[in-house]
Nanobody, 121 residues
Framework: QVRLVESGGGLVQAGGSLRLSCAAS????????MGWYRQASGKQRELVAV???????VYADSVKGRFTISRDNAKNTVYLQMNSLKPEDTAVYYC???????????????WGQGTLVTVSS
């Protein structure tokens, strides 16, 4: 079974920084894209940032210049460095990956359980 486990959420004041991590574990063959999504209370889940295995990263306009996504392929881990945080960044942040299990050809989309980020004003 493949799992994504997030860490790094918490409470921070506006203007502060947090770093989220998401590690994929289990019998993994290969990972295509990894990314972060968020869902604020009463709103739909939205894309924050995506990093493919090759190619350019993609960011939501609302986080460009403040957030940076990166990945360590050797560790099957994706990170989200969040700087200059604003109260409107408050949400549950979910890790997402498109991957294949070992010895399988089918691509799967997997989600983490979510980690809460709260930015106080």
């Amino acid at each position: 079974q493949v799992r994504l486990v997030e860490s790094g959420g918490g409470l921070v004041q506006a203007g502060g920084s947090l770093r989220l991590s998401c590690a994929a574990s289990g019998s993994i063959g290969s990972i295509n894209k990894m990314g972060w999504y968020r869902q604020a209370s009463g709103k739909q889940r939205e894309l924050v940032a995506v990093i493919p295995s090759g190619g350019s990263t993609v960011y939501a306009d609302s986080v460009k210049g403040r957030f940076t996504i990166s990945r360590d392929n050797a560790k099957n881990t994706v990170y989200l460095q969040m700087n200059s945080l604003k109260p409107e960044d408050t949400a549950v942040y979910y890790c997402n990956a498109v991957l294949r299990r070992a010895l399988e050809l089918r691509w799967l989309e997997v989600w983490g359980q979510g980690t809460l980020v709260t930015v106080s004003s």
